[in-house]
C-alpha cells in the first residue's frame, strides 16, 4: 500500500516524500507497481511534455580536476582529444543542426574547474549569435564560475546554468579530492542569485548505494533543481572507475522511479551512458519518470540520432516538439 499512498499523497499535494519513505520504496518488491506510479507523478505534475536539449564540448580535455569517473581529467590516460576554445563556426554549425531538429536547449560545456575571463568573452560571443541566428533557448556548463561569470551569461542570452553534483555529497569525496560539493552549490546558488535557472543532476553505477542516490535527490530538492540529468556510468579505459560493472536493469528504473517521487515537477533527463541501455529499456525508462532527454552528441562519447529518439518518444506518447517559425534566421 505504501506506493499507492505516497503517490497520491504527492499527486494531491499533500506533502513531500521523506528520505525514510523514499528509502522503504526502494526495498518495496513491486517494482512495476513502482514505476507505473512514478509515470502517474509524472502525468500529473508535466504531462506528455518531453524536453530536449543537445551540448557541445567547447574546451575538451586536460582539466586539473582528479574526478574518477572522468575522460577529461589530466590525472587519467585516455587518449581523448584535446583542444582549447572551439572555434565559433563549429559551434554555430552544430547549433544551427539542433534548431533544425527542433531540440529545446542548448549548453556549451567545457572542461576544467573552471572558465576565465578571456574565454568568457569568446564564448559569450559565441552565445549572442546562436541567440540571432536559432531559436534555441540557451545554456552553460562552465564550472565553478563566480557572480561576475555568471552575469556575463546572462547578458549573452544564457537562461539556465548547469553544474552536476555528481552523486552525495557522502560519496563525493570517494570520487574527487580538488574540489568539493560545497563549491558545486555555491556555483548553482551564485546562478540563481543573478536569476538563471539551474541544472544538476549525476552519475550512477560509480559505487554508490541506493542510499547515496537517495541522497543525491534529496539534495537537489532542497537547492530547488527542475532539470535533473541521469547519468549512467561510462567506465572509460585509463580512468579509475575504467572496471566498474554495468548497474542491472532493475536498479536503473528503480533510481529513477524514486527520483520522480523525490522531484515530481522536475525535467529528470536522459543523460551520458543512454547507449548501454537496449532500446526496450530506454522505453521502459520513459515510463517509469524520465521526462527529458540530452540528444545528439556528447562529450567524449557518441550520442544518439536525434530523429530517431523522437519516433521513440512519440511512441511511448510523449508530444513532438512544434515546428518552429523561422528557425534559422
Not at 115 to 124: H, K, L, S, Y
Not at 302 to 329: I, L, Q, S
Request: proline share 4%; charged share 25%.
Amino acid at each position: 500500500m505504501i506506493i499507492d499512498n505516497l503517490k497520491t499523497r504527492i499527486i494531491e499535494g499533500k506533502g513531500e516524500i521523506s528520505q525514510a519513505e523514499a528509502l522503504e520504496l526502494s526495498r518495496e518488491p513491486g517494482k512495476e507497481r513502482l514505476y507505473a506510479a512514478a509515470d502517474e507523478i509524472r502525468v500529473a505534475f508535466r504531462g506528455n511534455e518531453l524536453d530536449t536539449c543537445s551540448i557541445v564540448n567547447a574546451r575538451s580535455g586536460r582539466c586539473s580536476e582528479d574526478c574518477k569517473w572522468c575522460a577529461q581529467s589530466a590525472f587519467h590516460a585516455t587518449g581523448i582529444a584535446t583542444y582549447p576554445v572551439k572555434a565559433p563556426e563549429e559551434v554555430l554549425a552544430v547549433a544551427r543542426e539542433n534548431d533544425g531538429h527542433r531540440v529545446n536547449r542548448f549548453s556549451l560545456v567545457t572542461s576544467g574547474r573552471r572558465v576565465n575571463q578571456r574565454e568568457m568573452t569568446a564564448f559569450c560571443d559565441m552565445y549572442r549569435d546562436i541567440k540571432q541566428k536559432t531559436g534555441l533557448k540557451l545554456c552553460a556548463s562552465m564550472g565553478l564560475i563566480g557572480k561576475e561569470e555568471m552575469l556575463m551569461l546572462k547578458e549573452a542570452g544564457v537562461t539556465r546554468y548547469e553544474c552536476n553534483l555528481e552523486t552525495s555529497s557522502s560519496f563525493f569525496p570517494a570520487l574527487c579530492s580538488t574540489h568539493t560539493i560545497e563549491e558545486k552549490k555555491r556555483t548553482l546558488r551564485l546562478a540563481r542569485e543573478v536569476g538563471l535557472e539551474i541544472c544538476s543532476g549525476g552519475i550512477i553505477g560509480m559505487g554508490e548505494s541506493m542510499e547515496q542516490r537517495l541522497e543525491l535527490a534529496f539534495e537537489l530538492r532542497e537547492l530547488g533543481v527542475k532539470s535533473v540529468p541521469l547519468n549512467l556510468l561510462t567506465p572509460v579505459k585509463g580512468t579509475a572507475l575504467e572496471s566498474r560493472p554495468p548497474l542491472p536493469e532493475e536498479e536503473i528504473l528503480t533510481t529513477i522511479a524514486l527520483f520522480r517521487f523525490i522531484l515530481p515537477d522536475a525535467f529528470i533527463r536522459f543523460a551520458g551512458g543512454r547507449g548501454q541501455m537496449s532500446p526496450l529499456l530506454q522505453r521502459r525508462a520513459l515510463r517509469a519518470g524520465i521526462n527529458a532527454s540530452l540528444v545528439g552528441g556528447l562529450l567524449t562519447t557518441p550520442g544518439t540520432e536525434v530523429a530517431g529518439d523522437y519516433e521513440m518518444f512519440a511512441e511511448v506518447g510523449y508530444t513532438r516538439p512544434p515546428v518552429r517559425e523561422a528557425a534559422v534566421k
